[in-house]
């Protein structure tokens, strides 16, 4: 079984990206280290606002496409399309596209929480190199959610919703969290690193 690309990337950046700061970033890290760390904190709590936000253009696009379907004749739209579905039920093109922008929001939840855990455990000990892979993160989730939500206006095909380039980073910026949080975690549980 080969390993994908995205975990030998991440882990080849995370242990290159962490040895560089362990062993050149210690007094830059030591002078700043209390700002340094606050940097992926700031970065995630400014995703979460983003995704409360972007729940909104869910509640919209229910709407939307819950008029769209009624005024094409669809049957029952009311009942697949309200609360408490999460996605609506059929198979219409209103129905397709609704359901994209809903799992454009819903998708983030999948992946968000590792993020932040990983996140805030690998600024401990690496405050650089952690910010910079959550910022990698954000950015891929944005795309990524844009991209899945566009899908909807060219008739509800997901598999469209890499089309921004960036979209793939989401997952780079997520394995680099988690790669330096478990080795964050590792320092501290063997001692090397105290809180």
């Known amino acids: 079984m080969a390993i994908p690309r995205p975990v030998l990337v991440c882990a080849g950046a995370a ?13 830059f890290v030591s002078s700043h280290g209390s700002n340094l760390m ?11 606002f983003w995704t409360l936000a972007h729940g909104f253009k869910v509640g919209r696009a229910r709407t939307k496409y819950a008029e769209l379907a009624k005024k094409d004749g ?9 609360y408490p579905n999460l996605y609506a039920q059929g198979t ?15 998708q983030i939840f999948e992946t968000f ?3 932040v855990v990983g996140g ?3 600024a401990v000990t690496f405050p650089i ?29 997901a598999g469209k919703r890499y089309t921004y380039p960036l979209a793939k980073f989401m997952w780079y910026g997520f394995l ?10 590792a320092f501290i549980i063997s001692g090397k690193k105290t809180l």
Do not use: W
């Open 15 to 27: 242990s290159l990206g962490g040895f560089v700061e362990l062993s050149y970033g210690s007094s």
């Open 38 to 48: 606050a940097v992926t904190p700031a970065i995630l709590i400014g995703t979460g």
């Open 74 to 82: 669809e049957k029952d739209v009311d009942e697949r399309f309200s």
């Open 92 to 106: 219409s093109k209103h129905v397709r596209a609704f359901n994209c922008v809903q799992r454009s929001h819903q």
């Open 113 to 115: 929480t590792t993020a």
């Open 120 to 122: 805030m455990a690998g």
């Open 129 to 157: 190199c952690t910010s910079i892979s959550t910022l990698i993160y954000a950015v891929g989730r944005y795309y990524l959610s844009k991209g899945y939500a566009e899908c909807a206006e060219q008739g509800g095909d």
């Open 176 to 185: 680099g969290n988690v790669t330096f949080g478990m080795a964050s975690c």
